[in-house]
Protein backbone atom coordinates (compact mmCIF):
# COMPACT_ATOMS: atom_id res chain seq x y z
CA UNK A 1 0.00 0.00 0.00
CA UNK A 2 1.11 3.11 -1.29
CA UNK A 3 1.92 5.93 1.77
CA UNK A 4 -0.61 7.97 0.14
CA UNK A 5 -3.47 5.19 0.52
CA UNK A 6 -2.25 4.45 3.97
CA UNK A 7 -2.43 7.66 5.19
CA UNK A 8 -5.93 8.16 3.24
CA UNK A 9 -7.10 5.15 4.97
CA UNK A 10 -6.32 6.20 8.72
CA UNK A 11 -7.64 9.81 7.69
CA UNK A 12 -11.09 8.34 7.41
CA UNK A 13 -11.19 5.99 10.42
CA UNK A 14 -10.36 9.25 11.90
CA UNK A 15 -12.96 11.07 10.48
CA UNK A 16 -15.18 8.33 11.76
CA UNK A 17 -14.20 7.90 14.82
CA UNK A 18 -14.54 11.78 15.83
CA UNK A 19 -18.50 10.91 16.23
CA UNK A 20 -17.94 9.44 19.44
CA UNK A 21 -17.21 12.27 21.95
CA UNK A 22 -20.36 14.58 21.08
CA UNK A 23 -22.17 11.00 20.27
CA UNK A 24 -21.76 9.96 23.84
CA UNK A 25 -22.27 13.04 25.21
CA UNK A 26 -25.72 13.23 23.56
CA UNK A 27 -27.07 9.90 24.59
CA UNK A 28 -25.81 10.12 28.20
CA UNK A 29 -27.72 13.80 28.10
CA UNK A 30 -31.07 12.44 26.51
CA UNK A 31 -31.39 9.19 28.63
CA UNK A 32 -29.75 6.13 26.82
CA UNK A 33 -29.04 4.67 23.27
CA UNK A 34 -33.30 4.04 22.94
CA UNK A 35 -33.88 7.74 23.54
CA UNK A 36 -31.09 9.00 21.23
CA UNK A 37 -33.21 6.90 18.37
CA UNK A 38 -36.59 9.01 19.13
CA UNK A 39 -35.17 12.08 19.06
CA UNK A 40 -34.59 15.34 18.13
CA UNK A 41 -37.78 16.56 19.07
CA UNK A 42 -39.63 19.68 18.35
CA UNK A 43 -37.74 22.66 20.98
CA UNK A 44 -34.50 19.49 21.47
CA UNK A 45 -31.23 21.62 21.52
CA UNK A 46 -28.88 18.93 21.05
CA UNK A 47 -25.65 20.28 21.95
CA UNK A 48 -26.43 22.36 25.61
CA UNK A 49 -22.47 22.36 26.62
CA UNK A 50 -20.05 24.57 24.12
CA UNK A 51 -17.63 21.17 23.95
CA UNK A 52 -20.23 18.97 22.67
CA UNK A 53 -20.95 21.43 19.95
CA UNK A 54 -17.55 22.12 19.08
CA UNK A 55 -16.84 18.17 19.20
CA UNK A 56 -19.86 18.33 16.41
CA UNK A 57 -18.26 21.18 14.48
CA UNK A 58 -14.65 19.92 14.35
CA UNK A 59 -16.40 16.29 13.12
CA UNK A 60 -18.10 18.38 10.25
CA UNK A 61 -14.92 20.45 9.85
CA UNK A 62 -13.12 16.94 9.15
CA UNK A 63 -15.81 16.02 6.60
CA UNK A 64 -14.94 19.33 4.86
CA UNK A 65 -11.05 18.14 4.39
CA UNK A 66 -11.19 14.73 3.24
CA UNK A 67 -13.42 16.05 0.65
CA UNK A 68 -10.52 17.63 -0.88
CA UNK A 69 -7.80 15.53 0.50
CA UNK A 70 -9.08 11.97 -0.70
CA UNK A 71 -9.74 13.11 -4.41
CA UNK A 72 -5.95 14.85 -4.30
CA UNK A 73 -4.58 11.42 -2.68
CA UNK A 74 -6.52 9.19 -5.22
CA UNK A 75 -5.40 11.03 -8.06
CA UNK A 76 -1.82 11.04 -6.67
CA UNK A 77 -2.16 7.39 -6.42
CA UNK A 78 -4.16 6.79 -10.11
CA UNK A 79 -1.73 8.96 -11.88
CA UNK A 80 1.40 6.65 -10.72
CA UNK A 81 3.48 10.26 -9.73
CA UNK A 82 3.61 9.26 -5.75
CA UNK A 83 7.11 10.29 -4.21
CA UNK A 84 8.45 11.14 -0.70
CA UNK A 85 7.20 14.50 -0.77
CA UNK A 86 3.38 13.24 -1.54
CA UNK A 87 3.57 10.38 0.81
CA UNK A 88 4.94 13.33 3.66
CA UNK A 89 2.11 15.55 2.46
CA UNK A 90 -0.53 12.67 3.22
CA UNK A 91 1.41 12.07 6.41
CA UNK A 92 1.68 16.01 7.33
CA UNK A 93 -2.13 16.07 6.40
CA UNK A 94 -3.18 13.29 9.04
CA UNK A 95 -1.48 14.51 11.84
CA UNK A 96 -3.01 17.88 11.50
CA UNK A 97 -6.44 16.57 11.58
CA UNK A 98 -5.40 14.34 14.62
CA UNK A 99 -4.27 17.46 16.23
CA UNK A 100 -6.96 19.56 14.82
CA UNK A 101 -9.84 18.37 16.84
CA UNK A 102 -8.64 18.87 20.28
CA UNK A 103 -7.62 21.82 19.49
CA UNK A 104 -11.40 22.47 18.69
CA UNK A 105 -12.74 20.85 21.23
CA UNK A 106 -10.90 22.94 23.80
CA UNK A 107 -11.54 26.48 21.95
CA UNK A 108 -7.88 27.07 20.94
CA UNK A 109 -8.83 29.37 17.59
CA UNK A 110 -5.42 30.46 16.59
CA UNK A 111 -3.12 27.33 16.92
CA UNK A 112 -6.10 25.48 15.52
CA UNK A 113 -6.32 28.01 12.40
CA UNK A 114 -2.69 27.50 12.01
CA UNK A 115 -2.92 23.34 12.06
CA UNK A 116 -5.85 23.51 9.49
CA UNK A 117 -3.91 25.73 7.09
CA UNK A 118 -1.19 23.45 7.16
CA UNK A 119 -3.53 20.45 6.30
CA UNK A 120 -5.05 22.49 3.75
CA UNK A 121 -1.32 23.71 2.25
CA UNK A 122 -0.86 19.61 2.50
CA UNK A 123 -3.68 18.63 0.25
CA UNK A 124 -3.17 21.62 -2.29
CA UNK A 125 0.54 19.93 -2.55
CA UNK A 126 -0.88 16.47 -3.78
CA UNK A 127 -3.79 18.59 -6.09
CA UNK A 128 -0.14 20.61 -7.39
CA UNK A 129 1.34 17.69 -7.90
CA UNK A 130 -0.81 15.98 -9.95
CA UNK A 131 -1.46 18.63 -11.88
CA UNK A 132 2.26 19.65 -12.81
CA UNK A 133 2.92 16.34 -12.71
CA UNK A 134 0.45 15.84 -15.94
CA UNK A 135 2.02 19.13 -17.15
CA UNK A 136 5.49 17.71 -17.55
CA UNK A 137 4.46 14.93 -19.42
Known amino acids: MSAEMFWLTCT ?3 TAAM ?5 AY ?14 PLPGD ?6 WA ?18 PAAIAVQLTGTATGLTGVASAIYFWCRLAYAP ?32 LAQ
Open 12 to 14: VIL
Open 19 to 23: VLPYA
Open 26 to 39: RIRRIGGLWQAFLR
Open 45 to 50: TPFADA
Open 53 to 70: HRAYRAHMNAFEGIALFA
Open 103 to 134: LYYFNVPILRTAIWMVSLFATLYLAGHVVFAG
